[in-house]
Nanobody, 113 residues
Framework: QVQLVESGGGLVQPGGSLRLSCVAT????????MGWYRQAPGKQREWVGD???????DYVDSVKGRFTISRDNAKKTLYLQMNSLKPEDTAVYYC???????WGQGTQVTVSS
């Protein structure tokens, strides 16, 4: 079994930055293909971006150029660096491990002045 725990969310003003982390624990030797998703109030969960086993990243158009996904296999940690945040980025952010379809519990990001 694998557990994913996100952290780093919070309240930030428009234009600000946050870095989310997702630590994987349990029966796992390394993290490979993983993704970030988000769910705003009253909306469906949406894909934000992902990173493949080979390190290729892809993002939804609305965050391209502002968000960056990276990982540290030694720490079994996935990151989401979010810059130039906008109020419409407000949501609960979840990390997802494609192999085994594991999800974290989510971390709240609120962008507001």
């Amino acid at each position: 079994q694998v557990q994913l725990v996100e952290s780093g969310g919070g309240l930030v003003q428009p234009g600000g930055s946050l870095r989310l982390s997702c630590v994987a624990t349990g029966n796992i030797s390394s993290i490979n293909a993983m993704g970030w998703y988000r769910q705003a109030p009253g909306k469906q969960r949406e894909w934000v971006g992902d990173i493949t086993t080979g390190g290729t990243t892809d993002y939804v158009d609305s965050v391209k150029g502002r968000f960056t996904i990276s990982r540290d296999n030694a720490k079994k940690t996935l990151y989401l660096q979010m810059n130039s945040l906008k109020p419409e980025d407000t949501a609960v952010y979840y990390c997802h491990m494609f192999s085994g379809s594991f999800w974290g519990q989510g971390t709240q990001v609120t962008v507001s002045s």
